[in-house]
């Protein structure tokens, strides 16, 4: 099993790529550090793990409260060290330049940059010390090509590919690799339920591989960033799109 051995922390893993990624991570053979603010699908997402291992720590709460995050941290048992980070959680508050307000801006500034900032603060020390360590962003194909009324999200996907790089550059001597992913249109339960058919559809035709993915497609392409067949793969911003906006 290709992850044995390791500590993966998963952001967002309540439902949609997240919750594959934690699927994933366990059947590969990690330990997960699981994190949602939805705590009914958090414990389903982890139920399931545990039919697989024990080594499943489920904490549910708000993210972007990063003191409640921090000390959340801090009780974390020494049994977790976590080496692998994705930072997956998000969402999205649509916009033009005309109508997004600051507070809706900086919102999601704050989970897609702020968030994950301060993750790989407290984890990469420890990843460097060990010389081992993996980083996975998931951006989006709208950090590279921009979205119509996706101002705040777009500009927080753009960001994250900025930090990816930079920590890249950083941390890459001690051994970490440091990577974003950028999905294009992915079956998740926000997709399914908040996106209209005819914008679906207008992506579907623009993607060569003329379907929308499913979010083991995605999770699957992280597991492979956070394994060690991926050891001379860093900076890399990779589409997970069907060929859609590349
Ligand atoms: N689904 C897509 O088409 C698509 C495309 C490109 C990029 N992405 C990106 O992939 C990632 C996952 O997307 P998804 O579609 O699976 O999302 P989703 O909305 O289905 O799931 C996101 C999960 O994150 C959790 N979450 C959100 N804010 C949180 C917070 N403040 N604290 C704790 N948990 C929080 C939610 O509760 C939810 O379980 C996101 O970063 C998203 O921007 C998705």
Same mark, same amino acid.
């Given at each position: 099993?290709?992850?044995?051995?390791?500590?993966?922390?998963?952001?967002?893993?309540?439902?949609?790529?997240?919750?594959?990624?934690?699927?994933?991570?366990?059947?590969?053979?990690?330990?997960?550090?699981?994190?949602?603010?939805?705590?009914?699908?958090?414990?389903?997402?982890?139920?399931?793990?545990?039919?697989?291992?024990?080594?499943?720590?489920?904490?549910?709460?708000?993210?972007?409260?990063?003191?409640?995050?921090?000390?959340?941290?801090?009780?974390?048992?020494?049994?977790?060290?976590?080496?692998?980070?994705?930072?997956?959680?998000?969402?999205?508050?649509?916009?033009?330049?005309?109508?997004?307000?600051?507070?809706?801006?900086?919102?999601?500034?704050?989970?897609?940059?702020?968030?994950?900032?301060?993750?790989?603060?407290?984890?990469?020390?420890?990843?460097?010390?060990?010389?081992?360590?993996?980083?996975?962003?998931?951006?989006?194909?709208?950090?590279?090509?921009?979205?119509?009324?996706?101002?705040?999200?777009?500009?927080?996907? *753009?960001?994250?590919?900025?930090?990816? #790089?930079?920590? @890249?550059?950083? =941390?890459?001597? &001690?051994?970490?690799?440091?990577? +974003? $992913?950028?999905?294009?249109?992915?079956?998740?339960?926000?997709?399914?339920?908040?996106?209209?058919?005819?914008?679906?559809?207008?992506?579907?035709?623009?993607?060569?591989?003329?379907?929308? *993915?499913?979010?083991?497609?995605?999770? #699957?392409?992280? @597991?492979?960033? =956070?394994?060690? &067949?991926?050891?001379?793969?860093? +900076? $890399?911003?990779?589409?997970?799109?069907?060929?859609?906006?590349?």
């Amino acid at each position: 099993m290709g992850l044995e051995g390791h500590t993966a922390l998963i952001t967002g893993a309540g439902q949609g790529i997240g919750r594959a990624c934690a699927e994933v991570f366990t059947d590969q053979g990690a330990a997960l550090v699981l994190i949602d603010k939805n705590p009914e699908t958090l414990e389903e997402v982890a139920r399931v793990c545990k039919e697989k291992t024990d080594r499943i720590l489920p904490l549910a709460l708000d993210l972007t409260d990063l003191e409640l995050l921090g000390k959340e941290l801090d009780g974390v048992s020494s049994s977790f060290e976590v080496d692998i980070l994705v930072n997956n959680a998000g969402f999205d508050k649509p916009g033009t330049t005309g109508k997004i307000d600051r507070e809706a801006f900086e919102s999601v500034l704050g989970i897609h940059l702020s968030v994950p900032l301060f993750l790989i603060q407290r984890f990469l020390p420890a990843m460097r010390s060990r010389k081992w360590g993996r980083i996975i962003n998931v951006s989006s194909i709208y950090g590279i090509i921009g979205g119509k009324g996706e101002v705040a999200y777009s500009a927080a996907k *753009a960001g994250l590919i900025g930090l990816t #790089k930079s920590v @890249a550059r950083e =941390a890459g001597k &001690d051994n970490v690799t440091v990577n +974003a $992913v950028l999905p294009g249109l992915t079956r998740t339960p926000t997709i399914e339920s908040a996106m209209a058919e005819k914008f679906k559809q207008q992506i579907i035709n623009d993607t060569p591989l003329g379907r929308i *993915a499913e979010p083991e497609e995605v999770a #699957k392409v992280i @597991a492979f960033l =956070a394994s060690e &067949d991926a050891s001379f793969i860093t +900076a $890399v911003a990779l589409p997970v799109s069907g060929g859609w906006g590349i």
